[in-house]
């Protein structure tokens, strides 16, 4: 029998999600994060560039604000209302301190109890390589959640009046191919689609497909092969790490 993922932990208020670019958490979470919002749960967004470097066609100074607009309208999609942008540069993130500092004085603004990343890993899975952004924002993350309750570690955000936030209890890395949790898509679906649709300019350059039929596509494609293993319901799955 296939091994069962189980729910996403249900007892928490706020939640800050923490990725490299523009569209990063509509194609891994944003049907849950819908679900969320619903449910009178506050979800924060921090995006460590403003994509710059995602449209060929475009050079970087147009295609910057073009994506941070893309962001927030796809954000309120899913009722996220807070977007804030690090300003790393998109494509040459380097994991390290200013990168952690950075990240580590968000978790001590919004004080969320989950935090939410993207795929740290090399891979998708296999022999699918995973991008450098990917892989330095999410090791950063799961790094900050513990910097960021430490006084001694980054002493200059206390002087700046972000005082220790040690009440992370969870890091929830979405599209992990290694997942131990879920949540029902089902809910959140059709805004999940709605809002990975707001990146239209970025989506109009990726595919020649109908961007509609593209997004709803992916999307139900992920959420149905998450289902074998939550139950039979369609699912948005996560690696989670208790804190």
């Known amino acids: 029998m296939t091994e069962q993922l189980k729910p996403m932990p249900t007892d928490w208020q706020r939640a800050l999600a923490v990725v490299a670019h523009p569209d990063d958490l509509e194609y891994g979470c944003a049907a849950a994060i819908a679900d969320w919002t619903d449910g009178g749960r506050e979800v924060v967004y921090v995006l460590a560039t403003r994509g710059e470097a995602g449209i060929d066609t475009l050079d970087p100074a147009t295609?910057?604000?073009?994506?941070?607009?893309?962001?927030?309208?796809?954000?309120?999609?899913?009722?996220?209302?807070?977007?804030?942008?690090?300003?790393?540069?998109?494509?040459?993130?380097?994991?390290?301190?200013?990168?952690?500092?950075?990240i580590a004085a968000a978790i001590r603004r919004h004080r969320p109890e989950l935090v939410i990343t993207l795929n740290h890993r090399d891979t998708w899975g296999g022999v699918a390589w995973n991008t450098p952004d990917h892989r330095a924002v999410g090791r950063a993350t799961l790094d900050a959640a513990a910097d960021a309750g430490n006084r001694w570690i980054f002493p200059e955000l206390t002087?700046?009046?972000?005082?220790?936030?040690?009440?992370?209890r969870w890091v929830a890395i979405a599209g992990s191919s290694s997942p131990t949790h879920a949540a029902d898509a089902t809910p959140g679906l059709e805004r999940s689609v709605k809002s990975l649709l707001e990146h239209r300019a970025y989506i109009e350059v990726l595919t020649d497909e109908d961007p509609e039929t593209y997004c709803r596509t992916f999307l139900t494609q992920s959420a149905e092969r998450a289902a074998e293993r939550f139950g039979g319901r369609p699912a948005v799955t996560f690696e989670v790490f208790a804190r």
């Open 159 to 168: 002087e700046q009046g972000l005082e220790p936030w040690n009440g992370v």
């Open 63 to 102: 295609c910057a604000p073009l994506r941070e607009a893309e962001q927030r309208a796809s954000a309120a999609v899913v009722g996220v209302s807070t977007v804030e942008f690090l300003d790393h540069r998109d494509g040459i993130i380097e994991y390290g301190l200013d990168l952690r500092r950075d």
